[in-house]
């Protein structure tokens, strides 16, 4: 008589064990955006930006894009109205001690330093990603030049944070894969970072009195 019951139990249990538990990992992508579109006033949408020297500019439609190029500086500036400075002793870039060599640059409204010029282009290039590193210091990178999803070369300004840890990928819309495997996708980072050839020492280049990149000796 007990039969219908033990039947259930054991049905229950292979269900259970066929369903794996939610992930307990910190999944994110941290972001800095302006709160009003420079161009038109109005309230941004996240999907809809622009990447400039000086860093990450949301806007409120597609429109903008041109008019926001046309005029980086002054639309960073009314996008970004207050430059707030940020100390940081190493840089976001190469990782070495910020030293004698070293450079300020801007980006969205956060004014930090660089160990040297030649972190200059690299910092506007990956400009989410550096400043996630300025304005999370404790956030570790794990530094995977492949994406752990898709075994390509990892794209500029795609990443994802899991449990503190920098993972970069090579498409940004990836994020929602790593949402279902985070442990996972942040092991298989690990392996592929582990595996690349060991980084070149950097050699620091000073800044010139003209130099093309525009950052500013400090």
């Known amino acids: 008589m007990f039969r219908p019951l033990t039947a259930f139990v054991l049905l229950a249990a292979v269900l259970t064990a066929q369903d794996p538990p939610p992930s307990?990992?910190?999944?994110?992508v941290p972001i800095a955006p302006n709160q009003t579109c420079p161009i038109m006033g109005k309230k941004v949408?996240?999907?809809l930006f622009v990447d400039?020297?000086?860093?990450?500019?949301?806007?409120?439609c597609k429109p903008c894009y041109r008019k926001i190029l046309a005029n980086?500086?002054?639309?960073h500036q009314t996008a970004y109205p207050v430059v707030a400075p940020?100390?940081?002793?190493?840089?976001?870039?190469?990782?070495?001690?910020?030293?004698?060599?070293?450079?300020?640059?801007?980006l969205q409204g956060s004014r930090f330093s660089l160990c040297c010029a030649g972190c200059v282009d690299e910092a506007r290039a990956r400009s989410q990603v550096v400043l996630a590193k300025v304005l999370q210091p404790r956030l570790v990178d794990v530094g995977n030049a492949t994406c752990p999803l898709r075994g390509t070369p990892v794209a500029a300004n795609a990443f994802v944070v899991i449990d503190g840890h920098i993972v970069h990928l090579a498409d940004p819309k990836l994020v929602e894969a790593v949402r279902k495997e985070p442990a996972a996708v942040l092991a298989k980072a690990r392996e592929l970072a582990q595996a690349q050839p060991p980084r070149q020492k950097h050699e620091h280049r000073p800044a010139r009195a003209a130099d093309a990149t525009g950052a500013e000796a400090r």
Not at 72 to 75: E, L, R
Not at 86 to 106: K, L, R
């Open 72 to 75: 980086v500086p002054k639309a």
């Open 86 to 106: 940020v100390a940081v002793t190493t840089c976001p870039v190469s990782g070495e001690p910020i030293g004698e060599h070293a450079v300020e640059i801007t």
């Open 45 to 47: 949408s996240l999907p």
């Open 52 to 60: 400039t020297e000086l860093g990450r500019i949301w806007v409120c």
């Open 24 to 28: 307990t990992s910190l999944v994110e």
